[in-house]
């Protein structure tokens, strides 16, 4: 569905594209230290991309379709997210594991003001001790930023995954 | 076969395999239970298509006629539908053709199922009312003479709705639900489940490799609740000393663990905070308001965890309202289905204070993440492992119930268990 609607209009889409390239390149950067700070599993480092009334949370696909609210993680304001870093810093029992993201297909829609409205694809690779590497999330970022004081933060991120069936547990976000 | 439904009724009385006999100390748990095919087939057989009631989901999530689900009894994937009268029916996933599973959406809303192979369509009650070129083509092929669609239908289960839960066995003389839950058990569900219409938030689903007994030993062990999940202790949420109650039915198949969380921080005592290493005091969340507790029950317990046998367990902690349902899928594989709710009465902010909250459960959250973690981790003791007998050993058996350094409610399941499998 959504494939069409963007064939339909190819030549809009690519006159935005030249406009946003320089915003594009910006928010890649952006994905690549935050996939970084994740990977590092610095996760205090993890909630300084976000503005301080965030609202952060992965969502299954099939429950954003039906319209169901519900979240794997559900988060409103930074406070939430510094709580989330804590539990997984210091109360947390999980196994050792190696994480890889990958953010790529980066889409700027939108560019208002300070506010950018944009979208970009997920992979989170995850490897437990002598285990294979195995697919964790494979999804869709919605995001809304927010240039403040001349840094990008996220003021909303929609995590939308398809691999709807987790596996075990999501320990850490995306 | 069952003259009715066309499952075998309470399974075949084979008997149990010679080579594995119960230890005679009750308070050990054989490894075999957790990884043998034979006692895996032999539960579907006498459990999950025995004599229970096999919980396959809640009315909210079929709210409308004509609302559909997949689902599951034991490992046999079902479609639970709501038909146009406000009926419920629950029947296999599969259709009576070449074998097809025809229903491959989550949920959705339809008057008929078509299965994509050769177009056998059945109704919301899981009738055949179509078969393609039934008379054949010119005269030539087409079905028998003597079919009859009235006999083709998809194998269907007895259902009942139960204050807003569905129900579904494949036993056709089964008690009432009422009856099922029995007194006490019946009494708890009644508070989580109070009649008052509910909306659906949504789902989570996830596979946990390890087998589905651990799940249900899990929520009747409240041993591990201040040891494994110090985010409880951390932040208050519950200690040892909190007041705890830990309901068994009289047979030992259902269970509650109901505590009371103090008004503000708990008392620590002493002995609690020198066993518990992650209390410490005075650490607070940032966000405090998602431990609110707005009161809703009648009820002087502010949490209730319930095992109901087989599948099923519910939740009312503080203001989170869940069910899980329990897939076996092979001895060391179970798939669970959350199913997270609120009332129809919520308004827009009690709704989010739910959806904040429930950062607490599911296969993200931070009790979530450690059961699962935690059950993955004893699974892989046991594939990996030389065979040993688990223990559940903690506490007695006519003790007062109020501890929760227990594991009475694991034992009397499987005093149950092992009278249900005839092991
Ligand atoms: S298998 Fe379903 S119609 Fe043939
Ligand atoms: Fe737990």
């Known amino acids: 569905m959504s494939g069409t609607a963007t064939a339909d209009k190819p030549r ?60 794997l993680v559900y988060c409103e304001g930074k406070g939430m997210l510094k709580d989330r870093a804590f539990a997984l810093r210091n109360t947390e029992m999980y196994a050792p594991r190696y994480l890889n993201l990958q953010i790529n297909n980066v889409r700027v829609h939108e560019a208002a003001g300070t506010t950018i409205r944009a979208e970009a694809n997920y992979l989170l690779l995850e490897t437990l001790v002598e285990e294979p590497s195995r697919i964790q999330q494979v999804g869709k970022y919605y995001d809304v930023f927010e240039r403040v004081d001349g840094r990008l933060l996220i003021a909303e991120r929609k995590c939308v995954y398809d691999s709807v069936v987790i596996n075990n547990c999501l320990v850490f976000p995306v | 076969m069952d003259g009715t439904s066309g499952f075998p ?19 050990q748990v054989p490894d075999w239970v957790y990884t043998d095919r034979r006692i895996y087939e032999r539960e579907q057989e006498r459990i999950f298509f025995g004599r229970h009631w096999n919980f396959v989901g809640l009315e909210c999530e079929v709210p409308k006629p004509g609302d559909y689900i997949r689902s599951y009894v034991g490992e046999v994937p079902v479609v ?58 010119k005269g030539k092929g087409g079905m028998p003479p003597g079919f009859d669609m009235t006999e ?89 000393s ?53 009161r809703e029950f009648d009820s002087s317990w502010s949490g209730a965890a319930m095992t109901i046998w087989p599948n099923m367990t519910a939740l009312r902690q ?5 069910t899980r349902l329990i897939v076996p899928r092979g001895p060391d594989e179970l798939m669970m289905i959350w199913a997270v709710f609120g009332r129809a009465s919520d308004d827009e902010e009690m709704t989010r204070h739910r959806l904040r909250q429930n950062n607490i459960f599911g296969p993200g959250g931070f009790l979530g993440i ?10 892989d003791g046991l594939r990996r492992s ?30 149950y268990y092992r009278e249900t499998m005839a092991l």
């Open chain 2, 242 to 294: 909190n007041e705890s109650d830990i309901m068994v039915d009289p047979i030992g198949r259902h269970s509650a663990l109901l505590s009371r969380r103090p008004q503000g921080r708990p008392d620590v005592s002493e002995e609690d905070s020198a066993q518990i290493a992650a209390y410490r005091e005075g650490l607070k969340l940032n966000d405090e308001s998602v431990l609110n507790f707005v």
């Open chain 2, 386 to 415: 030389m065979p040993r007998v688990g223990l559940a050993l903690l506490g007695d058996d006519e003790e007062e119930t109020d501890t929760i350094i227990t594991e009475r409610a694991i034992r009397a399941m499987y005093r």
């Open chain 2, 318 to 322: 503080t203001n989170i309202l869940n």
């Open chain 1, 12 to 71: 809009e889409a690519r006159a935005d594209r030249a406009a946003f390239r320089d915003l594009r390149l910006e928010i890649e950067e952006f994905h690549y230290d935050y996939a970084d700070a994740l990977e590092r599993g610095e996760v205090e480092q993890w909630c300084e991309f976000f503005t301080d009334d965030a609202f952060y949370c992965i969502v299954a696909r099939d429950n954003h379709e039906s319209g169901l609210p519900l979240g």
């Open chain 2, 370 to 379: 450690e059961d699962n973690e935690a059950l993955k981790f004893v699974q």
């Open chain 2, 152 to 240: 083709h239908g998809l194998r269907k289960f007895k259902v009942s709705a139960y204050r807003g839960v569905i129900f579904a066995t494949a036993c056709e003389d089964m008690e009432p639900v009422e009856d099922y839950l029995g007194p006490g058990i019946r009494e708890q569900f009644d508070i989580i489940f109070d009649g008052t219409e509910q909306v659906l938030l949504g789902l989570h689903r996830n596979i946990l490799p390890g087998n589905w007994k651990l799940y249900q030993e899990n929520l009747k062990d409240p041993y591990h609740a201040t040891l494994l999940h110090t985010y409880l202790t951390t932040f208050g949420l519950f200690v040892t």
């Open chain 2, 80 to 137: 639970v539908t709501r038909d146009m009268e406000g009926g419920f029916h629950v029947f296999e996933n599969r259709c009576a053709h070449r074998g097809a599973e025809y229903c491959r959406e989550y949920r959705g809303n339809t008057e008929r199922f078509v299965c994509p192979y050769h177009n056998w369509t059945y109704d919301l009650a899981g009738d055949l009312v179509a078969v393609p070129f039934r008379r054949g083509v």
């Open chain 2, 9 to 27: 009724a309470n399974g075949s009385g084979a008997a149990a395999p010679a080579d594995l006999v119960w230890p005679a100390d009750e308070t």
